[in-house]
């Protein structure tokens, strides 16, 4: 019997919805994942994207548990002396509250080539509305 090797140009993708209002954010992040990895899928096949497009509305109102609101620290560095820059859940919350999402979501991905290729099929926004309509996107609840 042989193992079942899916090529890229037989992979089938399907748009997905996840509405993040009220949810916890490592679970929103894990459910991703899986979908743009495409291990839901009977065709896995580790070294080939066989994953699905996923959009993420109300990335602002995603659930964080205990203090993680005040205490937790997002950390980017430029590269030069005191390049440090720090910035809390609270504060990229009222800025950037995509990127709370895009970060999570991206740990989760494997790293190198391929899961910055499966990465780019992820779309986060703030509020409830996007312009994916036309690829109708199948709501996914979990």
């Known amino acids: 019997m042989k193992s079942y090797i899916a090529k890229p140009a037989e992979v089938e993708r399907t748009w997905y919805v996840i509405d993040a209002a009220d949810k916890t954010l490592g679970k929103v992040a894990v459910e991703a994942a899986m979908i743009l990895r495409g291990k839901k899928k009977p065709i896995y096949t580790p070294h080939v994207d066989t994953g699905d497009y996923v959009i993420i509305v109300n990335a602002a109102k995603v659930a ?13 560095h430029s ?4 390049g ?12 950037k509250p995509e990127e709370i ?16 290729q499966m990465f780019k099929k992820l779309k986060v926004y703030a509020g409830p509305e996007h312009p994916h309509a036309a690829q109708k996107p199948v709501e996914y609840t979990f």
């Open 79 to 82: 590269g030069y002396p005191g």
């Open 84 to 95: 440090l820059k720090e910035i809390p859940l609270k504060e990229l919350r009222a800025s």
């Open 101 to 116: 999402v895009r970060h999570a979501v991206k740990g989760m991905m494997p790293k190198g080539k391929l899961g910055r």
């Open 64 to 76: 964080v548990s205990g203090k993680k609101e005040d205490q937790k620290i997002y950390k980017s």
